[in-house]
T-cell receptor
Framework: GAVVSQHPSRVICKSGTSVKIECRSLDFQATTMFWYRQFPKQSLMLMATSNEGSKATYEQGVEKDKFLINHASLTLSTLTVTSAHPEDSSFYIC??????????????FGNGTRLTVT | QKEVEQNSGPLSVPEGAIASLNCTYSDRGSQSFFWYRQYSGKSPELIMFIYSNGDKEDGRFTAQLNKASQYVSLLIRDSQPSDSATYLCAVNFYGNQFYFGTGTSLTVIP
């Protein structure tokens, strides 16, 4: 149980275009979704936290107009990287928690999306 | 961002030895603590979690938590080459804020 599907796994786009990454909870209702970014040989950096039906809460230094997060349903959250630039190339990972998760429960991770901006 | 620090490594141990990984965190409001293993290009995999002071054992892995010292560690006994990976400490602040440490790269030498 607690499967999170992330799509696409890899995407290459040209500078200036927008890319959408989807994160779906397949067998549970994801009340909270977390989006992380990971640069090579660095740890996961929390970008934003979103609760279903609410606006995402962005971490300091993350541009909310550039990284659009939508969590319109209990099974789907999307991250759109707008006007992507080469410095946005990174590994993006979503994770989720459900209604039945307690504060001690671990995160359920998607498989990540490798974004390359040329 | 909340502060979660790990000894950066890289850490190398011979096969069969004990690997010790350490993590400190900045906020006393932290509620639960997780150890993840991450292979290159993959998402983190949960190893174990702990939220009470003391030790928690799961097979070859033992997590140790000391909230007074704001310190959590992971011991890997009988290390195997397949344990070679980056180990991430994650801290859950106030119930719904997860932050990760910088990660420690572990290499187990056959």
């Amino acid at each position: 149980g607690a499967v999170v599907s992330q799509h696409p796994s890899r995407v290459i786009c040209k500078s200036g275009t927008s890319v959408k990454i989807e994160c779906r909870s397949l067998d549970f209702q994801a009340t909270t979704m977390f989006w992380y970014r990971q640069f090579p040989k660095q740890s996961l950096m929390l970008m934003a936290t979103s609760n279903e039906g609410s606006k995402a809460t962005y971490e300091q230094g993350v541009e909310k107009d550039k990284f659009l997060i939508n969590h319109a349903s209990l099974t789907l959250s999307t991250l759109t990287v707008t006007s992507a630039h080469p410095e946005d190339s990174s590994f993006y990972i979503c994770s989720a928690r459900g209604r039945r998760d307690s504060y001690n429960s671990p995160l359920h991770f998607g498989n990540g999306t490798r974004l390359t901006v040329t | 961002q909340k502060e979660v620090e790990q000894n950066s490594g890289p850490l190398s141990v011979p096969e069969g030895a004990i690997a010790s990984l350490n993590c400190t965190y900045s906020d006393r409001g932290s509620q639960s603590f997780f150890w993840y293993r991450q292979y290159s290009g993959k998402s983190p995999e949960l190893i174990m979690f702990i939220y009470s002071n003391g030790d928690k054992e799961d097979g070859r892995f033992t997590a140790q938590l000391n909230k007074a010292s704001q310190y959590v560690s992971l011991l890997i006994r009988d290390s195997q080459p397949s344990d070679s990976a980056t180990y991430l400490c994650a801290v859950n602040f106030y119930g719904n804020q997860f932050y990760f440490g910088t990660g420690t790269s572990l290499t187990v030498i056959p």
